[in-house]
């Protein structure tokens, strides 16, 4: 009972914190999103100019602090990395394309249920079919391989890309980008921003909690551990709106704040983020907490969620509160047969190696 009791209040704190950002200023239903926060930066940086979501989110500079420091003086900061790392930077862009058409990342999604929007339920019934697609593939090998020691410099490109972020974000030179309307407007206080952003990479980091790790290993093997988490966040994020965000709250699928009613491609859209967050071994908050604490893996897979949501808004291809775009439905299928495609090919190399050993060793 102690563990589950230790995951649920380390899941509060961020269910907290994401209502807390929400009235000091983030967007509806926004207190915390990884992909939009994401995108945000992509757009800051001119990657695409969509106006209303350009925006240097001091949260994701937090995270990243709160991780690295939090695994240096835990001593788990190591630089690793090699593990198939083009097949990584594929699944994140095309997780974050899945996002996008969904309109939240998965731990948005569980804000988003925390303050009343049912959407959130298609999108989280789409997650969980993902996940469960994704487990098959891991049952029968797959793998993308083990990651090897890299350059110490390797590990510390996560932190100093942060720091490079954060001196744009107090300089802001007229070569970045900020919203003057629309969600990248929508801002709580930067320092407020960047501290609770270091609680939350800090708490991320040392309980280890990741929504397609907790529904992983539910499905997998029975293991409720991190599943305690995701329910801290819900429950507390629902409690902590209901006394700071009560006039913000809103029960119901209408009206809700940068979300849309198309059910259907709810439930598409977050069957391909579920599947490449199993298939990556973590949903994009984790591999932001990986990459921080000297994954370059995991770092990769990031860059590649940053490129996709620059891609999402420069083609058309991510949703608005109008609903999904004809292109963001066909790039979301394709994305589903590309990663199956990479799935199944990964198992079957897995395979054919595996049995190539069993036949040396039965011959020897």
């Known amino acids: 009972m102690g563990d589950k009791r ?48 350009q925006y240097i989110r001091p949260e994701i500079i937090g995270f990243i602090f709160g991780a690295f420091l939090i695994s240096v003086v835990k001593g788990d900061f190591k630089s690793r990395g090699g593990s198939s790392p083009l097949i990584r930077f594929f699944l994140g862009f095309f997780l974050v394309i899945g996002a996008l058409v969904f309109l939240g990342c998965p731990l948005r999604l569980i804000l988003r249920l925390g303050n009343g929007d049912l959407n959130a339920i298609t999108g989280l019934l789409g997650y969980l079919v993902g996940i469960f697609i994704g487990v098959q593939f891991l049952k029968k090998g797959y793998t993308l391989g083990r990651s090897t020691d890299q350059p110490k410099i390797s590990g510390y490109v996560m932190p100093i890309v942060a720091v490079a972020l ?3 974000l107090i300089a802001k030179p007229e070569f970045i980008f900020f919203s003057a309307e629309g969600p990248g407007s929508m801002r709580a206080p930067i320092l407020l921003s960047l501290v609770l952003g270091m609680i939350v990479g800090i708490v991320l980091q040392k309980s280890r909690i990741c929504t397609a790790g907790a529904f992983r290993d539910v499905i997998l093997i029975k293991d409720y551990h991190f599943f305690w988490g995701i329910l801290g966040i819900l429950v507390v994020n629902f409690i902590a709106n209901i006394i700071l965000n009560f006039d913000a709250f809103k029960l119901g ?51 590649g969620i940053t490129v996709g949501a620059a891609f999402a808004h420069n083609f058309g291809l991510a949703s608005s509160p109008k609903g999904v775009t004809n292109n963001g439905k066909i790039a979301v299928i394709i994305g589903i047969i590309v990663v199956l495609i990479i799935a199944y090919s990964v198992v079957k190399e897995a395979n054919k190696a595996r049995n190539q050993k069993k036949e040396s060793v039965k011959n020897a």
């Open 253 to 303: 699928f209408e009206g809700q704040p940068v979300a849309h009613a198309d059910h259907l491609w709810n439930i598409i859209g977050m069957v391909l983020t579920g599947i490449c967050s199993v298939l990556l071994g973590g949903c994009p908050v984790r591999q932001t907490i990986l990459a921080s604490e000297g994954d370059a893996d995991a770092g990769i897979t990031v860059l």
């Open 6 to 53: 230790k995951m649920f209040i380390y899941g509060g704190i961020i269910g907290l914190i994401g209502a807390i950002l929400l009235k000091f200023g983030n967007p509806g239903n926004m207190g915390i999103c990884v992909a939009c926060f994401y995108r945000d930066i992509a757009g800051a940086l001119g990657l695409h100019r969509a106006e209303i979501v």
């Open 166 to 168: 954060l001196l744009l």
